[in-house]
């Protein structure tokens, strides 16, 4: 029997993120033979009671805490996985770097950019392996399109678009959660979904110089919220309400380092889109299209081939990570395999005491571009885009 070292756990926020990270952990050992340690649950905290009794209970942590610094105090804790609300990250991961923990911490890191600023600086000085949560850049058919662009098939790169559009506040009735709030969630969707799509092209067509965008808010009120709920709970008509403190929809043109140019467009109170975080390269021998709702296709279009049009490669087991999951062709995997090659990946550089990518240098990436874009947001006018941390 193989004896391996182990990774010592402690979760913070048992929500979705928090519940799908912990799966990750569990799985790992069962679909990555090659991996090089074990993942051992340690720590559980929680603000809600019967969330830490379902950890223990259901998911096998042998210690919960309502108090997260019990986390940080625990000298049995290697990782420190960060799936609380926005605002919370930065007291949290900054506590866990300073304590000499390595930190994987759910995007965007912080609420607003001068938290992630912060995080960074101090994981940074502490040198610990930093990982965050831009888990769409493990679809097997991202993957595919990245050695694409990379290998040339598309040629140059002319131009991007990404979205990130949303059903989640598309209701009026849904309840005011943490995420309309700004003391909170930080900024609305240009925190929360949106730094996905900026991230994706960042991974697939680089930096990004300057940008021009705005930003609206088109439910301005929404129902309160109830104990231990969702944030795709709903309201009754009557209900008491509260101001929506942040932006559901921001809007974007930018210029890639390289001159390609680009569109982004994020809402989370659209009606239709579902979950569509997608995007589209052009280049100058080819182009692709992806859409998270159809995560296990990618539309290719090569013009060595233009007489074919667009055709539509499904995933399977010739493609990175997908055999680890489900062996063949088209036979589809999931949302949450996306967090398990992503929790595989950020512990292999745990134990291999090593940088992550993505980490919190990629994370200031992107809050990078999103400091232009509210300053644009602002203006009404292009804004250039200045890295706030030293690479
Ligand atoms: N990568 C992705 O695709 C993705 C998807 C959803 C959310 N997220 C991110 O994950 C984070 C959590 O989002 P979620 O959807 O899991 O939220 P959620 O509301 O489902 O869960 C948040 C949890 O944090 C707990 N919490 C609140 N205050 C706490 C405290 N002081 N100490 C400990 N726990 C506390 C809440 O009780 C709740 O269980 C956010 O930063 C969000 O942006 C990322």
């Not at 940080?72 to 609300?85: G, S």
């Not at 129902?223 to 559901?248: C, F, I, M, Q, S």
Request: net charge negative; charged share 20%; glycine share 10%.
């Amino acid at each position: 029997m193989t004896s391996r070292p182990r990774i010592r756990i402690g979760v913070i926020g048992f929500g979705w993120m928090g519940q799908a990270h912990t799966r990750s952990y569990l799985r790992i050992p069962t679909l990555f033979p090659e991996r090089s340690y074990d993942p051992e649950l340690v720590m559980i905290s929680d603000a809600s009671a019967e969330r830490i009794e379902q950890a223990v209970e259901s998911f096998g942590f042998p210690h919960g805490s309502l108090d997260w610094n019990d986390v940080i105090a625990n000298d049995d804790i290697d990782v420190v996985c960060i799936c609380a609300p926005n605002m919370l990250h930065e007291p949290i991961a900054v506590a866990a770097a300073e304590a000499g923990k390595h930190v994987f911490c759910e995007k965007p890191v912080g609420g607003v950019p001068a938290q992630t600023v912060r995080i960074e600086a101090a994981s940074r000085a502490a040198g610990v392996t930093t990982g965050v949560g831009y888990n769409y850049r493990w679809a097997p058919m991202v993957q595919y399109a990245k050695q694409l662009i990379e290998a040339g098939e598309l040629g140059e790169i002319t131009n991007y678009r990404g979205r990130f559009f949303s059903m989640y506040g598309a209701d009026p009735m849904g309840l005011l959660s943490w995420r309309f709030m700004l003391g909170e969630a930080g900024h609305g969707v240009s925190t929360d979904i949106l730094s996905h799509s900026v991230d994706l092209a960042h991974m697939l067509v680089g930096g990004i110089e300057r940008v021009v965008g705005t930003g609206h808010t088109f439910i301005p009120e929404r129902p309160l919220p109830k104990p231990g709920g969702t944030h795709y709970d709903r309201g009754e008509p009557g209900d008491p309400t509260g101001a929506v403190e942040n932006e559901d929809y921001f809007g974007a043109m930018v210029v890639f380092d390289s001159g390609a140019r680009g569109v982004f467009e994020s809402s989370r109170s659209i009606v239709g889109p579902e979950s569509q975080c997608a995007f589209e390269v052009y280049g100058t021998k080819g182009s692709l299209k992806w859409n998270l709702e159809t995560m296990n296709e990618l539309q290719l279009f090569l013009s060595s081939d233009a007489a074919r049009g667009y055709t539509t490669v499904y995933a399977g087991d010739r493609y990175p990570y997908h055999g680890h999951f489900v062996p063949g062709d088209a036979n589809a995997i999931g949302y949450e395999d996306l967090k398990v090659i992503e929790d595989f990946e950020f512990l292999s550089s745990v134990a291999a005491d090593r940088q992550h990518q993505p980490g919190f240098a990629e994370a200031i990436d992107y809050v990078s571009v999103q400091d232009a874009l509210l300053r644009s947001w602002e203006s009404e006018k292009w804004e250039t885009v200045s890295r706030l941390a030293p690479r």
